[in-house]
């Protein structure tokens, strides 16, 4: 019996080439879009789980509060972790890590290795990290030791061991042992790096007396608890800590503390204080919805497309029945139809994946699966959810079908046209209603990024090359050296450009009602030359000046977010008061226009710049838009000649600002992707449906046509009906993404409002691709000859 | 071997009730051969479905082999039809998709004969019916009075005790209609098959044993011949 009614399903499959194809293909497309956001989503939640202490560890995070704010964040000062570890038995080990760029030389190779990181000892008996050569214990101990990931010793040393070698790192060519080579780092690790640096080399060798500097914040902090603790209940006692070890410093400089304990798990997706590397727990939400989303438009396809042609199998139904079938007997045969349908969709869809995922891969930026059978549990997913969708889309269509009677069927004329039709446009209305929802929120997601990227940001940063010296005592030499050259329009040096980081500090700033108030400013140190250099816009008072020889150490410039902080109601009123920061003191010499040194997601924080004129990292070139390459190659060569003993790296503002973007930029384009598939299974279904309801039509456009109809009569006819339903998919898909757009777009500190053209562009958008995919099939049933459609009767 | 006793259809169409069966009565016993005849809306074909229990009546009892078919349920009347009845149709009705030997085969299937059996069974038929050249051949290869030989082989493959034809040569010319009347009654003379065919035409009507004449609804006459 099975064998027979395999037979009648591939050659029934073989029979309607053209609905198979639409129905398979449409199908294949589905579970492979649907797959690979599993593939991405199923990443994205494994972050940091392949620890197998994952839940025994949190991170320790800190509110700072100040008279003036409270900042969220995702760091420790180095003494909270190790008296944590003292003062409770039931933390059981700690790990502080440490992040930083540091030049590494052996011999003639040098790079600038930007993932380094110091970190504690307990590094490697915390974390699952593998560490191949050396032992665990020890590797990170002593001052000076090194260990570098596979990849980064390759650089180094090739194929021979680097274990025992030395290498000079940092400017001052400070011998370090390699002491551990560790696997990379797994892409799916919140924490990353290339290099470990023993946290004892930061402690107790480059800034001796870290240890003891509760006020200094830089480490991420991990807390391994003893099995079953409590973290609420241990979160309960840190206040005391606190006041036990460090209360009467707090109270003096009335900065403030609390720590909370995140677990390791849902840092990555869940924690809003940063970190190496984070997701977003609502970018997966969206994701998981949008592949129900495909999948259902799919798994429509396949119902509407099987129950539109219960007209052909219904005289089937009708002799199965006559020569004794059961109504259960053809309700499995269809459904086992269906199962086979799906097979052959699962092979394709393997096919599919094998060929598109390295595509997929490069498009989420990162690798997401190494390959389709590096898994095998994935085939039996997939092979799962096929059959599963074979035998859920199958069940009504079979019902509908197994349900005909044979005396109806068989008796000529049977239209089974009106019975599925209004299920059939629901179904229609539903799958339209998914794709222009997400037509619209591609739209809004471009539209927010063009937005983003052309906004005036309040400063220039075009042509602007940034070389970073980190620090090295040649850079001003340099410097100099390089603003002569040709093609070298002004440079300036300074410790941070925007989109960069920047150090915060610990500041008193006289207010308004002129006490010194405390607050923690961001802080740019600049030269005298970067308030130009970026064309930042002054509001009152005065940029740096080389005529006031004070400047140096008594000038600071705040930008008007500041201003409004401490009180002013206008920039005027702020110039001439009292600032103290970091030692120094001094007056307010101007208020600069607010400019985005962070990402648009973020409002313009309070900023505060001061004239540093040695050793400040960054150098920036503007440069002329002629012969750029020849101008990098000129200052690489200063470079080689003044600073020979790092590599030369440079980059251009503008991208390194908008690579803060990248992932948006990605779900931008994911997300188009994924809204593209979505309308091309909905169109095949529409092609599909349009072409067997036109077919159903035959006749009656034929008797029309005799009667004297109109070929444009008769296609405007035969599209109506299908552009009355998207019209109604319309209607219901503007107000649900409306409203899920509008949500996405509260991460974003500046943004666009949700304009009716949106909308308008999406309607106008679905209304002709829904045209296009039906107007094939009813110009052609209109121009054919009634003779013909009629004779058939 | 079956008795249908104040049979009424009728449709209700807004209210009214529109009779296709008009409180009918009749009695068929084993080994007649019975042809149905009347104008067009007579309820010939109203009265073969009820037979063969593909419809149901409006009102009245029925009674199949000493069952009273109005009791049954669903799927014992089934099992009643798969075990007794055969249909041949005007249409020939063969399902497209499939061979001549595998329509043959399809009652089987539903009769839980094993593979091999089934196998035999159709060697068997399409031997008798002289189409074992044709058994590959899918029906839209085949003439009209062929596919409704093979119509035929799939009704009777069953071994049925009852054949009913509902207007059997309707779609032949003269010289393939006389064929299958000439089989029609060697089967009925020979294997003892009980058969009732709706037909137009009153030479092939000769063929049988009674003719009974329906008039909107009502048996009109009924004639031995």
Redesign the interface.
């Known amino acids: 019996m099975i064998k027979n009614y395999f037979k009648i399903a591939l050659r029934n499959l073989w029979k309607h080439k053209v609905f198979s194809f639409i129905n398979i293909t449409g199908l294949s497309i589905g579970i492979t879009a649907c797959f690979f956001i599993f593939m991405y989503v199923g990443f994205e939640l494994s972050y940091d789980k392949f620890h197998s202490k994952a839940d025994r560890i949190y991170r320790l995070v800190t509110d700072i509060k100040t008279p003036t704010e409270t900042m969220n964040t995702g760091i420790t000062a180095w003494p909270f972790a190790p008296n944590i570890k003292n003062d409770f038995p039931e933390v059981e080990s700690f790990v502080r890590i440490s992040g930083g760029s540091f030049l590494v030389r052996r011999g003639d190779v040098k790079f600038q290795e930007e993932k380094s990181a110091f970190a504690d000892s307990t590094f490697f008996k915390v974390f699952d990290f593998k560490l191949l050569k050396g032992d665990p214990r020890t590797a990170l101990s002593a001052p000076a030791s090194i260990v570098f990931t596979e990849t980064a010793a390759k650089k180094y040393f090739g194929n021979a061991n680097p274990m025992g070698q030395t290498v000079l790192i940092t400017g001052d060519a400070i011998p370090a042992i390699v002491t551990g080579l560790m696997k990379d780092m797994p892409e799916n690790s919140q924490i990353k790096a290339d290099m470990l640096i023993s946290m004892s080399s930061l402690t107790q060798k480059f800034n001796k007396g870290l240890d003891n500097q509760w006020g200094n914040f830089g480490a991420t902090s991990y807390l391994l608890l003893k099995p079953g603790t409590n973290p609420k209940a241990l979160e309960a006692k840190f206040p005391g800590f606190i006041e036990n070890h460090n209360g009467k410093e707090r109270k003096s400089s009335q900065m403030f503390y609390t720590f909370f304990l995140e677990p390791l798990k849902s840092v990555y997706l869940y924690s809003k204080r940063g970190g190496q590397d984070s997701g977003s727990i609502t970018n997966v939400y969206i994701f998981g919805i949008v592949a129900i989303f495909i999948l259902l438009i799919a798994c429509i396809n396949f119902v509407n497309l099987t129950t539109a042609r219960s007209v052909e199998r219904a005289k089937e139904v009708g002799i199965r029945k006559v020569v004794g079938a059961e109504k259960s007997q053809l309700a499995s045969q269809f459904i086992g139809e269906s199962v086979v349908l799906c097979l052959i969709a699962f092979v394709l869809t393997i096919l599919f994946s094998v060929l598109l995922l390295p595509l997929f891969n490069q498009l989420a930026g990162k690798t997401i699966s190494a390959g389709v059978f590096s898994n095998w549990y994935y085939v039996l997913i997939l092979l799962v959810t096929s059959v599963a969708i074979g035998l859920i889309a199958g069940i009504y269509p079979a019902l509908v079908l197994s349900s005909f009677k044979p005396v109806m069927v068989l008796k000529g004329r049977f239209s089974s046209g009106n019975k599925g039709n209004a299920l059939r446009k629901a179904l229609v209305i539903s799958q339209f209603s998914i794709s222009i929802a997400l037509i619209i929120g591609t739209i809004i997601v471009y539209t927010q990024m063009n937005f983003m990227q052309n906004r005036d940001l309040g400063f220039s940063k075009d042509q602007m090359l940034i070389l970073d010296t980190n620090g090295d005592p040649a850079a001003d030499a340099f410097k100099q050296a390089i603003s002569i050259l040709p093609g070298v329009k002004s440079t300036a040096n300074s410790s941070s450009v925007p989109g960069g980081g920047n150090s915060g500090a610990y500041s008193e700033i006289e207010n308004k009602k002129g006490d010194l108030q405390i607050a923690n400013l961001d802080l740019y140190f600049v030269d005298y030359d970067y308030v130009n250099q970026f064309k930042i816009k002054m509001v009152a008072g005065r940029a740096f000046s080389r005529e006031f020889g004070t400047d140096t150490a008594q000038a600071m410039l705040l930008n008007e977010a500041a201003v409004k902080m401490f009180g002013y109601s206008s920039p005027q009123q702020a110039v001439g008061r009292r600032f103290k920061q970091w030692g120094r003191e001094g007056k307010i010499v101007g208020v600069m226009k607010d400019f985005h040194f962070r990402s648009l997601q973020e409002v313009i924080k309070p900023l505060s710049m001061r004239i540093e004129l040695k050793q400040l990292g960054l150098i920036s070139v503007k440069v002329s838009p002629q012969n750029i390459t020849g101008t990098i190659a000129a200052i690489e060569n200063k470079w080689k000649t003044l600073i020979p003993t790092r590599p030369f790296n440079y980059y251009f503002l503008d991208e390194f600002f908008d690579r803060q973007y990248r992932s948006e930029q990605r779900f931008g384009k994911l997300f188009f992707n994924f809204a593209v598939l979505a309308i091309l299974i909905s169109c095949l279904g529409l092609l599909g449906l349009a072409s067997y309801s036109t077919l159903q039509r035959t006749r009656e456009i034929g008797i029309r046509k005799v009667l004297g109809a109109t070929v444009p009569g008769i296609v405007n006819m035969l599209s109506k009906d299908f552009l009355i339903l998207v019209i109604i998919s319309f209607f219901i898909a503007a107000p649900v993404s409306w409203f899920f757009m509008h949500k996405w777009l509260q991460d974003f500190a500046y943004r666009i409002n949700i304009s009716w053209w949106i909308f308008v562009l999406a309607g106008i958008l679905a209304v002709l691709i829904a045209l296009a995919t039906i107007s094939y099939q009813a110009i052609r049933a209109a121009m054919s000859n009634p003779v013909k459609s009629l004779r058939s009767e | 071997m079956l008795s249908l006793q104040h049979i009424s259809k009728y449709y209700q169409v807004s209210g009214l009730k529109n009779f296709v069966l008009n409180d009918l009565s009749l009695e068929i016993d084993e080994g007649e051969f019975i042809s149905i005849m009347g104008p067009s809306g007579s309820g010939k ?1 109203s009265l073969l ?1 009820i037979i063969g229990m ?2 149901e009546p409006s009102e009245g009892y029925q009674y199949f082999v000493g069952n009273a078919v109005h009791q049954l349920k669903e ?1 014992q009347r ?1 099992a009643l ?2 075990q007794y009845i055969g ?1 041949v ?1 005007q ?1 020939y ?6 061979t001549v030997a ?1 329509n043959i ?3 089987l ?3 839980d004969f094993k593979s091999a059996e089934r196998k035999a069974m159709v060697a068997d038929m399409l031997d008798r019916f002289n189409i074992v050249g044709k058994k590959d051949l899918f029906p839209a290869q085949l003439s009209g009075g062929q596919q409704q030989l093979v119509g035929i082989a ?1 009704a009777l493959i ?1 071994k049925p005790k009852l054949l009913l034809a509902d207007e059997p040569t309707g779609n032949l010319n003269s010289k393939q209609g006389e064929e299958i009347m000439e089989l029609f009654r060697k089967l009925n003379k020979e294997d003892g098959v009980t058969i009732i065919q709706v037909t137009h035409s009153e030479k092939n009507a000769e063929y049988g044993s009674r003719i009974i004449n329906l008039l909107d609804g009502k048996v009109e006459s009924s004639k031995q011949l």
């Not at chain 2, 009705?93 to 499939?98: A, M, N, P, R, W």
């Open positions: 074909s479905n593909l419809d799927k089934s039809y798969k249909f149709f249409a009705h063969l399902i497209d998709e499939l595998e085969e399809t009652p299937i539903y009769q799939r069953a």
